[in-house]
């Protein structure tokens, strides 16, 4: 299967591929092979996913993140050891966050929650959402009921004693407190996202608006790997392989 076929087929589920920075936000960086018959997943570009898919015999790499510049030196090794082992590498960062199969809409589907409104709008993609569950729920049990999907222990602080009923939620580096105060606007029990900072749990705090951040990795991955089925939808002979990454960011016990 020819990987430029499969790069048009990626580029027809989107509907916001005339934003003038879809392409700058997705898109192959490094053509290996050019015969896909096995694509692996991730949420991020590095030496070990990198190594996770050379072990799988994996001929395209699909992931959320490219390669981050600011970790100096990281993307030039990585294009480096891609070429080393042929594999081509895909990634779709914001308009993944934005459209319907996306990482917030998949974990939201996980949840078990209805989408109110798509919110967080960068450059053009909205990054959040609103979502509500039909039946209100225990702070509690939805903290449990993340760290059993996302496989991790997760933070959450409890500065409301309510039961949940409308959550704001943007995957991965939502931690801002320009981004909880969305959440606080539209009237949400609680806050849902990948990362945090101490402002991001004193803002919470000051607002009375309950607060769960899981991992960057692991609340978008499942966005990634939603893209990767509908591709083995489409092509039946290609095998699909999520790669293992660890859980660096989850809370650890000091030794």
Same mark, same amino acid.
């Given at each position: 299967?020819?990987?430029?076929?499969?790069?048009?087929?990626?580029?027809?589920?989107?509907?916001?591929?005339?934003?003038?920075?879809?392409?700058?936000?997705? #898109?192959?960086?490094?053509?290996?092979?050019?015969?896909?018959?096995?694509?692996?997943?991730?949420?991020?570009?590095?030496?070990?996913?990198?190594?996770?898919?050379?072990?799988?015999?994996?001929?395209?790499?699909?992931?959320?993140?490219? &390669?981050?510049?600011?970790? $100096?030196?990281?993307?030039?090794?990585?294009?480096?050891?891609?070429?080393?082992?042929?594999?081509?590498?895909?990634?779709?960062?914001?308009?993944?966050?934005?459209?319907?199969?996306?990482?917030?809409?998949?974990?939201? =589907?996980?949840?078990?929650?209805?989408?109110?409104?798509?919110?967080?709008? *960068?450059?053009?993609?909205?990054? #959040?959402?609103?979502?509500?569950?039909?039946?209100?729920?225990?702070?509690?049990?939805?903290?449990?009921?993340?760290?059993?999907?996302?496989?991790?222990?997760?933070?959450?602080?409890?500065?409301?004693?309510?039961?949940?009923?409308?959550?704001?939620?943007?995957?991965?580096?939502? #931690?801002?407190?320009? *981004?909880?105060? =969305? *959440?606080?606007?539209?009237?949400?029990?609680? $806050?849902?996202?990948?990362?945090?900072?101490?402002?991001?749990?004193? $803002? &919470?705090?000051?607002?009375?608006?309950?607060?769960?951040?899981?991992?960057?990795?692991?609340? =978008?991955?499942?966005?990634?790997?939603?893209?990767?089925?509908?591709?083995?939808?489409?092509?039946?002979?290609?095998?699909?392989?999520?790669?293992?990454?660890?859980?660096?960011? *989850?809370?650890?016990?000091?030794?």
């Amino acid at each position: 299967m020819r990987l430029k076929e499969i790069e048009q087929y990626i580029l027809e589920l989107f509907t916001t591929k005339d934003n003038e920075y879809f392409y700058e936000e997705s #898109g192959i960086t490094v053509r290996g092979t050019e015969d896909v018959k096995r694509i692996g997943y991730c949420t991020n570009l590095t030496l070990d996913t990198i190594e996770e898919a050379r072990r799988n015999n994996v001929d395209l790499m699909i992931t959320h993140h490219d &390669a981050w510049e600011f970790i $100096y030196g990281l993307k030039e090794t990585c294009k480096e050891k891609l070429l080393e082992y042929n594999i081509s590498h895909y990634f779709n960062h914001l308009p993944l966050d934005d459209c319907d199969f996306g990482t917030n809409n998949s974990l939201i =589907e996980k949840l078990g929650l209805q989408i109110v409104e798509r919110t967080h709008e *960068a450059d053009g993609f909205f990054c #959040g959402r609103i979502a509500e569950f039909k039946e209100e729920v225990i702070f509690e049990e939805l903290v449990k009921k993340l760290e059993n999907i996302l496989e991790e222990p997760v933070q959450s602080w409890k500065f409301k004693d309510r039961r949940i009923k409308r959550i704001g939620l943007v995957c991965g580096g939502g #931690g801002s407190t320009t *981004a909880v105060r =969305e *959440a606080v606007k539209r009237n949400c029990d609680v $806050y849902i996202t990948g990362e945090k900072v101490l402002y991001t749990i004193e $803002y &919470a705090k000051l607002a009375g608006i309950n607060l769960i951040v899981g991992s960057h990795t692991f609340t =978008e991955v499942f966005g990634v790997e939603s893209l990767a089925m509908k591709i083995k939808d489409k092509y039946k002979d290609i095998e699909i392989v999520r790669l293992k990454e660890e859980h660096l960011e *989850a809370v650890r016990n000091s030794i």
